[in-house]
């Protein structure tokens, strides 16, 4: 690596495109956003910036408190479910013969080589009440009627008719979709660290007495944990402002803050309270990146002392 | 099998139960997009029951002039936006790599943000700052698809970034200067020695860019001016209005073609690690 001074026309050569395209198209709107939460409504299109906080003020209304609270949780619930789903796909990646390796690995990113409006759409189809899961459901309960039939017991068991399950438009739809659409995100940092684990340690742990459940715990969670946080990081924050899949797979008691924050955008006009919205999303983001740089420094102080 | 040796134990993968759970796990992945383009041939209108076979509803989306832009319009942004952000990545990538200059971290991390922060929140503020600037409408078709290249280059450049500067981690800067000693000029080693080093980076990160763009909705369904067709949109519109045979033959489509494209995208790779084997 050498100073920039020794060659300054190359130097800027490569970092000015990418630093203008940032500072042009990322960094100023986000800069004008943060300004409009400081806004009021002049008009249909105006806004004065009147550094007023009444917008901050408006989202922390209780609705909004609890549309908060219901969109932390949901992307909660879909992260642990996609960690506890991805973890044994990653350990069976990175413990595969070395030439099935590409192949698992590639099945588990083809996917999402698909749009994700695609993906969402097709968990219609899959979950709606007269979708795969309740048919696959009601062959089942056929299959168990004809089975109990001649005991006399169909009817106390399976019921008098098959009731489909309302698996569409509610908040485990919701979930479902969101661990549909980002296990992968999930399983590739998790295979990473797993496929750099040092596989001697294991070896140590099961010689030495430590069962394979234990050896798990105690030996491979501690290790894969840098995967283990980048892949709830990956998952969790896109989770959290999903707007797409709450909008086609959640019902009307299943809005999630990226639901309010379009709409204050699109049908509600309202920019400086939808630009309040993305701001504090923006800020609890930074806190759970903050959360995992300060986990990520006590641990290497740890790691050195 | 006779002589299949018994099961070591760390040979997760030949376990029964791993193996069950990675198939259930391909099917949940898999099944919901298989079920799509089988029923994209479906003859029924409501589409929930398999009626037979029929192609019908490609003919329609075929003759669906409006898909038929959007479509265009997603390839020509895709397109477009891949070679943007590949060179202003790459670029990125060899400052980040090779200097050392007042403010590094926080450009490091300025580059790092676009991947980390909620694809909503940058989504609303390009629409108002398109909304502010407004550069396009006025002039006519490619320059309506302006805002949103600007906003997939914006959001695909730092994992192209990403990518390449992984790839030069492992170059021997010892070839440069050999490059030099032996009379190359500057440009001369950065054509020859350096751009070809890496090709491998290039190609992966403008792969990466190129399914990002494609599999865009958020960016676009927020940059997007209210006459511009895009793919992604015009889908969205039409499964709002309800899950037809159409919408599948259209989302089949796009499917066939990302999946063309990447193994196109693989195919020019791999004479490349042909080489690298050689060398």
Redesign the interface.
């Known amino acids: 690596m050498e100073s920039w001074r020794a060659q300054p026309a190359v130097f800027w050569a490569f970092v000015l495109p990418g630093a203008l395209w940032l500072l042009c198209f990322f960094i100023a709107p986000l800069a004008l956003i943060w300004l409009l939460a400081f806004g009021e409504r002049a008009g249909p299109v105006e806004i004065d910036i009147t550094w007023t906080l009444a917008n901050y003020a408006g989202v922390f209304d209780p609705v909004y408190i609890g549309l908060f609270g219901r969109s932390l949780w949901v992307a909660t619930v879909a992260t642990v479910l996609a960690l506890v789903i991805g973890l044994p796909v990653a350990l069976a990646i990175s413990f595969a013969p070395a030439r099935l390796k590409p192949l698992i690995l590639l099945l588990i990113i083809l996917p999402f080589w698909t749009n994700i409006l695609i993906r969402t759409y097709a968990m219609i189809a899959v979950l709606r009440t007269k979708g795969f899961v309740n048919f696959g459901l009601e062959y089942i309960w056929q299959l168990g009627t004809v089975v109990l039939a001649p005991f006399g017991l169909d009817q106390a068991v399976m019921g008098e008719r098959f009731v489909p399950l309302e698996l569409l438009y509610n908040n485990t739809a919701v979930i479902f979709g969101i661990v549909y659409v980002y296990l992968p995100f999930m399983v590739l940092p998790l295979y990473a660290t797993l496929d750099r684990l040092d596989r001697s340690l294991l070896e140590a742990s099961l010689d030495l007495g430590a069962g394979q459940i234990r050896t798990f715990f105690s030996i491979i969670v501690p290790l894969a944990r840098p995967g283990i946080v980048s892949g709830i990081i990956l998952v969790f924050i896109p989770a959290l402002g999903t707007f797409l899949i709450s909008d086609l797979l959640g019902g009307t008691d299943s809005l999630l803050i990226g639901n309010v924050i379009e709409r204050q955008f699109k049908a509600a006009n309202n920019w400086p309270l939808g630009a309040a919205m993305s701001f504090v999303l923006l800020y609890v983001t930074f806190a759970v990146l903050a959360l995992r740089a300060w986990v990520a420094g006590r641990e290497g102080g740890l790691g050195k002392a | 099998m006779a002589r299949r040796e018994p099961i070591g ?5 030949r376990r029964l139960w ?2 069950l ?2 198939l259930a ?2 099917v ?6 298989v ?2 383009v089988v ?1 994209s041939f479906n003859d029924s209108k409501r ?3 398999w009626q037979g076979f029929t192609t019908d509803y490609y003919v329609k989306a075929a003759a669906n002039a409006s898909l038929i832009e959007a479509f265009t319009n997603s390839l020509v942004i895709a397109l477009v936006s891949t070679v943007i952000s590949t ?3 790459a ?2 990538a ?2 980040l ?5 007042p403010g590094k971290p926080g ?1 490091d991390g ?2 790092a ?2 991947i ?7 989504g ?6 398109f909304n ?1 600037v407004g550069v396009s409408a006025a002039f006519g078709w490619p320059f309506s698809l302006l805002p949103i290249i ?2 997939h ?2 959001f695909s ?1 730092p994992f192209v ?1 990403v990518v390449v500067r992984a790839r030069m981690a492992g170059f021997d800067r010892s070839l440069e200067e050999a490059s030099k000693d032996l009379g190359a000029s ?1 440009w001369q080693t950065f054509w020859n020695v350096t751009v070809p080093f890496m090709k491998p980076g290039l190609i992966a990160g403008g792969l990466l860019a190129m ?1 990002l763009s ?5 960016i676009t369904f ?1 940059t997007a001016g209210p006459g511009t067709l895009t ?2 949109v015009q ?2 519109s039409m ?1 709002r209005f309800g ?1 037809t045979p159409e ?1 599948n033959a259209a ?1 089949t489509i ?2 066939v073609v ?2 063309i494209l ?1 193994v196109i995208a693989l195919r020019l790779q791999r004479p490349d690690k042909e080489a690298a084997k050689l060398a």
């Open positions: 134990p760390l040979d997760y993968t791993l193996r759970w990675l796990v391909a949940f992945l898999y099944a919901p997009i079920i799509l029923f589409n929930i029951v060179i202003v990545g670029l990125m060899l400052a790599w090779r200097f050392r200059f450009l300025a580059v943000l676009p980390v922060i909620p694809e909503i929140c940058m609303v503020a390009l629409l108002v700052f502010r600007i906003g280059v914006a450049f970034c500057e399914t494609l599999d865009d909705f958020v927020f793919f992604p889908v969205y499964v899950a919408v989302s796009l499917i990302t999946v990447t």
